[in-house]
């Protein structure tokens, strides 16, 4: 065994050990809500987008319609157009035809783990660095399916907290360095309870209107935005 892959495996191991808990909650839930085995076995070979698997089994639960869920989703995960699009300046000796593989297996980790490692990213390192995640993800999938058979169906249910739980884990850091991403965190909760009381608009889309909402307010009040205004 080469160094490289002495590394990848190194720097996939927090990966897989993180990914695996979180994938099983999701295969729990999948479990409590009535998806096959097979369809969870897809939900998470073919989607493979961690808290945007939550964010559309919720929704298909509670009966929105599957452009409405496409389309949360694809703005949950539009911060892969900017962390691919970086990736693609550190990967230029690479073959394109290895680049749809390699765009499929960026998460939020991976990107982490990529974007900080010195030197020239090689294919390996990439390819055994995501399936590092991705083995963790789809197993812990399946393995959280089986385990849900045999938990009481209050417990499976509760499993939706995960939710909850991974999405506060990944905001708090940013929390820790700018009161404004607190700020407009409460704002989109707050925001998402009053376009839910009012009940204007259809079933799901109140996420929706809250993503656009908050991030353009975001955008809007940017340190950066505000030094160009200036």
């Given at each position: 065994?080469?160094?490289?892959v002495?590394?990848?495996?190194?720097?996939?191991?927090?990966?897989?050990?993180?990914?695996?808990?979180?994938?099983?909650?999701?295969?729990?839930?999948?479990?409590?809500?009535?998806?096959?085995?097979?369809?969870?076995?897809?939900?998470?070979a073919?989607?493979?987008?961690?808290?945007?698997?939550?964010?559309?089994?919720?929704?298909?639960?509670?009966?929105?319609?599957f452009?409405?869920?496409?389309?949360?989703?694809?703005?949950?995960?539009?911060?892969?157009?900017?962390?691919s699009?970086?990736?693609?300046?550190?990967?230029?000796?690479?073959?394109?035809?290895?680049?749809?593989?390699?765009?499929?297996?960026?998460?939020?980790?991976?990107?982490?783990?990529?974007?900080?490692?010195?030197?020239?990213?090689?294919?390996?390192?990439?390819?055994?660095?995501?399936?590092?995640?991705?083995?963790?993800?789809?197993?812990?999938?399946?393995?959280?399916?089986?385990?849900?058979?045999?938990?009481?169906?209050?417990?499976?249910?509760?499993?939706?907290?995960?939710?909850?739980?991974?999405?506060?884990?990944?905001?708090?850091?940013?929390?820790?360095?700018?009161?404004?991403a607190?700020?407009?965190?409460?704002s989109?909760?707050?925001?998402?309870?009053?376009?839910?009381?009012?009940d204007?608009?259809?079933?799901?889309?109140?996420?929706i209107?809250?993503?656009?909402?908050?991030?353009?307010?975001?955008?809007?009040?940017?340190?950066?935005?505000?030094?160009?205004?200036?």
């Open positions: 065994m080469n160094r490289e002495r590394d990848a495996l190194k720097a996939g191991l927090p990966l897989f050990i993180g990914y695996a808990p979180a994938a099983a909650a999701f295969g729990i839930l999948c479990k409590a809500c009535g998806v096959s085995l097979l369809e969870s076995f897809l939900f998470s073919v989607v493979f987008a961690g808290a945007s698997q939550f964010i559309a089994l919720n929704l298909l639960v509670t009966g929105m319609g452009g409405g869920i496409i389309v949360t989703t694809l703005l949950v995960n539009f911060r892969h157009f900017l962390m699009t970086y990736l693609s300046t550190r990967i230029r000796n690479i073959a394109r035809r290895y680049f749809f593989p390699i765009a499929f297996g960026i998460t939020d980790e991976v990107f982490s783990v990529l974007s900080f490692k010195k030197g020239v990213l090689t294919k390996t390192f990439i390819f055994i660095l995501q399936l590092s995640a991705y083995s963790a993800w789809v197993g812990g999938t399946l393995a959280g399916y089986i385990l849900g058979g045999f938990l009481p169906g209050d417990l499976t249910k509760s499993m939706g907290v995960a939710l909850y739980a991974l999405l506060v884990a990944i905001l708090l850091p940013e929390i820790k360095h700018s009161s404004r607190l700020v407009l965190a409460l989109s909760g707050l925001l998402n309870t009053i376009l839910i009381h009012l204007f608009l259809p079933r799901g889309w109140t996420i209107a809250c993503i656009l909402i908050i991030a353009t307010a975001g955008m809007l009040l940017s340190d950066d935005t505000k030094g160009e205004a200036l």
